[in-house]
């Protein structure tokens, strides 16, 4: 069983910065797989930024060349680092384990003001 917990979200002025972190549990994080997905109210959670097995990453185009997403294995850690915020950046953040089965963690709101 793989638990998921979030944190590091909050409310920021539009172009500031923000990291979130999402600890697991379960011997099985260093070989999954993590995503950040978010999803702002009326909308669909869509997926923001993956790394995969081997570290390698993808992003979003909406938010490439803003958002880093990085893990640390000994701390079975993977963060979110958001730049240059923008209003339409505001959403609740959720973390994604990759697996069999997948696991969420409970989500973080982002707040971004203009």
């Known amino acids: 069983q793989v638990q998921l917990v979030e944190s590091g979200g909050g409310l920021v002025q539009a172009g500031g910065s923000l990291r979130l972190s999402c600890a697991a549990s379960?011997?099985?994080?260093?070989?999954?797989?993590m995503a950040w997905y978010r999803q702002a109210p009326g909308k669909q959670r869509d997926l923001v930024a993956v790394?995969?097995?081997?570290?390698?990453?993808n992003y979003a185009d909406s938010v490439k060349g803003r958002f880093t997403i990085s893990r640390d294995n000994a701390k079975n850690t993977v963060y979110l680092q958001m730049n240059s915020l923008k209003p339409e950046d505001t959403a609740v953040y959720y973390c994604?384990?990759?697996?069999?089965?997948?696991?969420w963690g409970q989500g973080t709101q982002v707040t971004v003001s203009s």
């Open positions: 994604f384990a990759f697996g069999s089965p997948p696991h």
């Open positions: 379960g011997s099985t994080f260093s070989i999954n797989p």
């Open positions: 790394t995969t097995r081997s570290g390698g990453t």
